[in-house]
């Protein structure tokens, strides 16, 4: 079934917002990235330290440049795991950064899916983006795509798999099976981006709030 034939009007969006909430995370939609960026923004305090999981979205909404710009002026303190930028060669990391972004004010990451019933679905490779997602930043903040909405957590990892993964190794111009085929065949090379699967049916009931969603009507990342 293909994963792009849910008609997302108002309604339904609303929807997911609700069940976000539910969840105990905090949803928000924005029509384009111009709105997605004020939005991220809005919820950085200034002088706050930043950490990155590895993202399309974060950079195609233009966060990345303000906070390159504004933390060189002493605005934030961002832990930048990709000042050689992400690029269609590569991604090379400041592998110091993925530590510091554990106990950073803020984390920020997009997402490989989100289902209908407002829960977040991500695989990793190293688990730098799913480890703080889920403990250690005060405040997260995950920017997604419209593209990235899925049925189902089943659904959601099937999109991982036959999706974004193979998008992903290309990305990083790996030499995986996936990359060649297009496809996963459940690899086992030392590169496998897929290793920690994590699933946010809900935040932790004391942490309500912490992780805030911002849905934009746009087709972002991978
Ligand atoms: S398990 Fe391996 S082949 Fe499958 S998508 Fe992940 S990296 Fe690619």
Not at 98 to 108: E, G, N, S, W
Not at 118 to 136: E, Q, S, Y
Not at 171 to 184: I, N
Request: with cysteine.
């Amino acid at each position: 079934m293909p994963f792009q034939d849910l008609s997302l009007d108002d309604s339904m969006i609303q929807k997911i917002i609700a069940k976000f909430k539910r969840n105990n995370m905090i949803a928000w939609f924005v029509p384009d990235r111009q709105t997605a960026l004020s939005k991220a923004l809005s919820l950085i305090p200034e002088g706050a330290s930043i950490g990155l999981g590895d993202s399309v979205a974060l950079q195609q909404i233009g966060l990345l440049d303000v906070l390159r710009r504004e933390s060189k002026l002493g605005n934030y303190r961002l832990f930048d795991r990709y000042r050689h930028g992400i690029s269609p060669e590569g991604v090379e990391d400041d592998g110091l950064n993925k530590y510091r972004a554990l106990t950073a004010d803020i984390f920020l990451l997009g997402a490989n899916a989100v289902t209908l019933d407002g829960k977040l679905v991500n695989i990793d490779g190293a688990g730098t983006r799913v480890a703080p997602l889920i403990f250690g930043p005060k405040k997260v903040i995950v920017v997604v795509g419209i593209n990235k909405i899925v049925r189902n957590v089943e659904e959601g990892l099937r999109r991982i798999k036959e999706v974004a993964a193979p998008l992903n190794a290309a990305r990083h111009a790996s030499k995986l099976p996936c990359v060649r085929t297009g496809k996963c065949n459940d690899c086992s090379s030392p590169q496998r981006i897929c290793c920690y699967t994590v699933i946010v049916d809900k935040a932790w009931g004391r942490d309500k709030g912490r992780i805030n969603v911002i849905i934009v009507g746009e087709k972002l990342g991978l």
